[in-house]
């Protein structure tokens, strides 16, 4: 099923859909069982439909009340290995998987129902949201999608990494991480990626997280990575990657690295119109960056697809999958 086929055009509107891009969300809903990678504890999720307007939100439903966490970048509480929003003491945790999916299949609006504090880690990349996303479908709704539209460059820094925003037509994000080690040494450490001619789900959603064995002991001692295991990591020793069938991607490392960047930034609350550079950041500084570009007011915009047509006179392109009606 391409999502071409999935994607509703019936209506009134349907005519004025071949030139507006307009907001999205899944056709009903779908509901996913795994664990949560840090907390190592199942959890269900289901996702459904959201109205327009309303953004991705986060809802506790072993928590009395069913209190609700809006996927927003200033609600990041905890950036240690992962991503973990929270709001009234009631956290969310490894959001940064599933949020990388949603923008790649440019869903503005849905509700995320979690029986547990933790996003399901599923196979440790975005690819199997991606899947379920598509199974049971993506409806167009009325209002346009609007975007961010950086205007102005922005940099944040923290030791020797490093983290930009700045003015581009689409989305392009390139990443560099530096890590001398034997096995690491023999991949690529360094992608560009510019998403006019790159398919996010064919070439990032699938790159798994990854990480040393040897450090697997240190980040238990404080309760992450309780839930780790071939099966939702790539996992490394002195010598080799030991997962049977090896990378996905000869570039899996620096693609995961990209893929959790586009996540973090989704919780900007739009997609970006403009340039990631990331060099060796992480959950932190990419909110760092996320936040610092909320407070410069004068760095960005919020824009329709039709106002950036008419600013640059081209199409903004941002990902075939988001333009795919
Ligand atoms: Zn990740």
Known sequence: ????????????DAEENQTMLRQRTIRKPVHAIGIGVHSGKKVRM???????????????????????VPAVAQLVSDTTLSTSIATGGVQVATVEHLMSALW??????????????????MDGSAGPFVDLIKTVGIVTQN???????????????????????????????SYTFVADHEVYNRYPKRATLNFSNVSYCDEVSRARSFGLLKELPQAQAINRCLGSSLQ??????????????????HDEFVKHKLLDAIGDLYLLGRPVLGEFVGHMSGHALNNKLA???????????????????????????????????
Not at 4 to 11: A, R, Y
Not at 164 to 172: E, M
Not at 232 to 249: F, H, P, Q, S, T
Request: hydrophobic share 40%.
């Open 1 to 12: 099923m391409s999502l071409d086929e999935t994607v509703d055009q019936s209506g009134p």
């Open 46 to 68: 289901t996702m459904r439909p959201a109205g327009e307007n309303t953004g991705i939100t986060f809802v506790r439903t072993d928590i009395q009340g069913h209190p609700s």
């Open 104 to 121: 790649g299949l440019g869903i503005d609006n849905l509700i995320v129902e979690l029986s547990s504090e933790e996003v399901p880690i």
């Open 143 to 173: 209002a346009p999608k609007a975007f961010i539209r950086i205007t102005r460059e922005i940099e944040v820094t923290q030791g020797d990494a490093r983290a930009v925003l700045r003015p581009f037509t689409g989305f392009k994000a």
């Open 232 to 249: 939702n990591a790539v996992g490394i020793d002195d010598e080799a990657v030991i997962n049977e069938g090896g990378l996905r991607y």
């Open 291 to 325: 936040r610092a570009l909320l407070r410069c007011e004068d760095a960005w915009e919020v824009a329709t697809f039709e106002d950036a047509r008419r600013l640059r006179g081209r199409e903004p392109i941002v990902q075939p999958e988001a333009l795919a009606f």
